[in-house]
């Protein structure tokens, strides 16, 4: 029968927090738990308390670790790896960081366009330019165009340059030239030389006997870049010697450029009583020649002899050219057995003014074809008197 009375306060002092276990201190008084000390599994557990120990003094029982909220059964969050669990710090980026930033990866987009866009293009194959060794004798007009200097591959020619401006034609020395496609560039050399002998023209000489001459009155010009200079082929024979007799004489002459090239030949020297002593020289007014497209300029040369007669006629057209291409056009057609305009005779090219000279000996028979006049005047008295008529202009020397 006492039995019930004591159960009662037995059951009483259960502390729910020790799973059932009796209280044999009373209510009163703290309860022993017989499984250990009471855990409080609403406070915070720290980190890996349970993993210390794993069953913390209660045998076949297991606690699962970092229960939240003192919830048993509930899945646990992990830490993250590497860090022990601890939250990672955040970075905090200034604005002008911020600013270098967008700028770089903007650059490095930019980067990869322009990569994508060009990088995918094949590129072309480089180029190349291998120069010329040319030579040109002095006076020679250099070409302007580029592949006469050099061999281009791999590039548009039409779009390189030559640069010749170091070049003096007219003289004799080794000179450099360029060649520029795009940013290459290469030099060249061009040799400037004279194997060419000189080109002399010359006129008949006409004198009284005694007369004093000498080689330059037989030249009319020589063409040549250097100084020419003249000596005869028979260096015995003395020109005062045969101007002291009467007769015609055939010279054989040699001009020489400095570089000594060479050019022979031949004079005509013809000394007579009859020979002109004075001389009217008669101009007409220039006109324009339309088959040359030149301005034309006619001369007549009387030599008046002793006698007051009229010994010799040279007629002199000079022909002046505007334009270049209309010079070189008559120059490179010219002949001598054709002449120039069919006017044959001794011709003087100048190549700076664009003139050329065309003198011939005319007889009073071809002077009354061209005049239209028969016969043509013989005397210096009826010369001058025609040229008046011919509205020529004439000065006595």
Same mark, same amino acid.
């Given at each position: 029968?006492?039995?019930?009375?004591?159960?009662?306060?037995?059951?009483?002092?259960?502390?729910?927090?020790?799973?059932?276990?009796?209280?044999?201190?009373?209510?009163?008084?703290?309860?022993?738990?017989?499984?250990?000390?009471?855990?409080?599994?609403?406070?915070?557990?720290?980190?890996? /308390?349970?993993?210390?120990?794993?069953?913390?003094?209660?045998?076949?029982?297991?606690?699962?670790?970092?229960?939240?909220?003192?919830?048993?059964?509930?899945?646990?969050?992990?830490?993250?790896?590497?860090?022990?669990?601890?939250?990672?710090?955040? &970075?905090?980026?200034?604005?002008?960081? &911020?600013?270098?930033?967008?700028?770089?990866?903007?650059?490095?987009?930019?980067?990869?366009?322009?990569?994508?866009?060009?990088?995918?293009?094949?590129?072309?194959?480089?180029?190349?330019?291998?120069?010329?060794?040319?030579?040109?004798? *002095?006076?020679?007009?250099?070409?302007? %165009?580029? !592949?006469?200097?050099?061999? &281009?591959?791999?590039?548009?020619?039409?779009?390189?340059?030559?640069?010749?401006?170091?070049?003096?034609?007219?003289?004799?020395?080794?000179? !450099?030239?360029?060649?520029? @496609?795009?940013?290459?560039?290469?030099?060249?050399?061009?040799?400037?030389?004279?194997?060419?002998?000189?080109?002399?023209?010359?006129?008949?000489? /006409?004198?009284?006997?005694?007369?004093?001459?000498?080689?330059? %009155?037989?030249?009319? +010009? @020589?063409?040549?870049?250097?100084?020419?200079?003249?000596? *005869?082929?028979?260096?015995?024979?003395?020109?005062?010697?045969?101007?002291? =007799?009467?007769? =015609?004489?055939?010279?054989?002459?040699?001009? !020489?450029?400095? $570089?000594?090239?060479?050019?022979?030949?031949?004079?005509?020297?013809?000394?007579?009583?009859?020979?002109?002593?004075?001389?009217?020289?008669?101009?007409?007014?220039?006109?324009? %020649? =339309?088959?040359?497209? +030149?301005?034309?300029?006619?001369?007549?040369?009387?030599?008046?002899? /002793?006698?007051?007669?009229?010994?010799?006629?040279?007629?002199?057209?000079?022909?002046?050219?505007?334009?270049? %291409?209309? $010079?070189?056009?008559?120059?490179? +057609?010219?002949?001598?057995?054709?002449?120039?305009?069919? /006017?044959?005779?001794?011709?003087?090219?100048?190549? *700076?003014?664009?003139?050329?000279?065309?003198? !011939?000996?005319?007889?009073?028979?071809?002077?009354?074809?061209?005049?239209?006049?028969?016969?043509?005047?013989?005397?210096?008295?009826?010369?001058?008197?025609?040229?008046?008529?011919?509205?020529?202009?004439? &000065?006595?020397?």
């Amino acid at each position: 029968p006492s039995e019930p009375a004591q159960t009662a306060p037995i059951m009483a002092s259960m502390d729910p927090n020790n799973m059932g276990a009796a209280n044999p201190l009373g209510a009163d008084s703290a309860p022993v738990n017989p499984m250990g000390p009471t855990l409080d599994l609403n406070q915070n557990i720290p980190n890996n /308390m349970f993993n210390a120990s794993p069953n913390m003094g209660m045998p076949n029982n297991t606690i699962t670790p970092n229960v939240p909220n003192g919830n048993f059964g509930a899945v646990p969050t992990p830490p993250p790896a590497g860090d022990g669990g601890k939250k990672k710090a955040s &970075i905090k980026l200034s604005k002008p960081m &911020i600013i270098v930033l967008v700028a770089v990866l903007v650059c490095a987009v930019g980067s990869g366009v322009y990569f994508v866009l060009n990088g995918s293009t094949p590129s072309k194959p480089a180029g190349n330019i291998v120069t010329n060794q040319l030579f040109f004798e *002095l006076g020679d007009e250099l070409p302007t %165009d580029v !592949s006469e200097y050099a061999t &281009i591959t791999g590039f548009d020619v039409s779009t390189c340059k030559v640069d010749t401006s170091s070049v003096d034609t007219t003289k004799m020395n080794t000179y !450099s030239y360029t060649v520029t @496609c795009g940013t290459m560039q290469q030099t060249g050399t061009i040799a400037m030389r004279d194997t060419t002998a000189p080109e002399v023209v010359v006129q008949d000489v /006409m004198v009284v006997p005694n007369s004093l001459i000498t080689i330059d %009155d037989f030249i009319v +010009a @020589c063409n040549d870049f250097t100084e020419c200079s003249y000596e *005869l082929v028979d260096k015995t024979l003395n020109l005062s010697n045969l101007a002291a =007799t009467e007769g =015609t004489y055939t010279i054989d002459l040699i001009a !020489s450029d400095d $570089y000594d090239n060479q050019t022979n030949v031949t004079l005509h020297l013809t000394v007579s009583s009859l020979a002109p002593v004075r001389y009217t020289n008669c101009t007409m007014t220039p006109v324009q %020649d =339309t088959d040359l497209n +030149a301005l034309s300029t006619t001369s007549y040369n009387y030599g008046i002899n /002793m006698n007051d007669e009229v010994a010799r006629t040279e007629k002199t057209v000079v022909y002046t050219f505007d334009e270049k %291409d209309d $010079y070189l056009k008559v120059k490179e +057609a010219y002949t001598p057995t054709t002449g120039i305009n069919g /006017m044959v005779g001794a011709v003087v090219f100048d190549d *700076l003014e664009f003139e050329i000279t065309v003198t !011939s000996v005319l007889t009073d028979q071809q002077l009354a074809v061209e005049f239209n006049v028969n016969p043509f005047p013989t005397t210096y008295e009826e010369l001058s008197q025609f040229n008046l008529g011919q509205g020529f202009s004439c &000065i006595n020397r």
